[in-house]
């Protein structure tokens, strides 16, 4: 069982930061891949951005350039900072930690830019 406890959410302005953290505990496979995905309110969940557990990152389009993903493995962290905030990232942000067993969710923060 893998834990993820997420924090960081929170109302910005457009153009500004943030930054979520997701901290893993319980038994964590040393093969793994996190993830943020998000959810908009009346759209389907979609990923953000993901990490290897070997440093690999991928990507949405929509967020090249702005946000950038990252993990620290001693702290079994993962952070995605947020910057150049427009109102269209408004979303539920998720945190998931997938093994090749199975996946695990977080419980989601709230991120929303507006002004």
């Known amino acids: 069982q893998v834990q993820l406890v997420e924090s960081g959410g929170g109302l910005v302005q457009p153009g500004g930061s943030l930054r979520l953290s997701c901290a893993a505990s319980?038994?964590?496979?040393?093969?793994?891949?996190m993830g943020w995905f998000r959810q908009a309110p009346g759209k389907q969940r979609e990923l953000v951005a993901g990490?290897?557990?070997?440093?690999?990152?991928n990507y949405a389009d929509s967020v090249k350039g702005r946000l950038t993903i990252s993990r620290d493995s001693a702290k079994n962290t993962m952070y995605l900072q947020m910057n150049s905030l427009k109102p269209e990232d408004t979303a539920v942000y998720y945190c998931?930690?997938?093994?090749?067993?199975?996946?695990?969710w977080g419980q989601g923060t709230q991120v929303t830019v507006s002004s």
């Open positions: 319980g038994s964590i496979p040393s093969i793994n891949i």
């Open positions: 990490i290897s557990y070997d440093g690999i990152t």
């Open positions: 998931k930690f997938a093994t090749p067993n199975y996946n695990y």
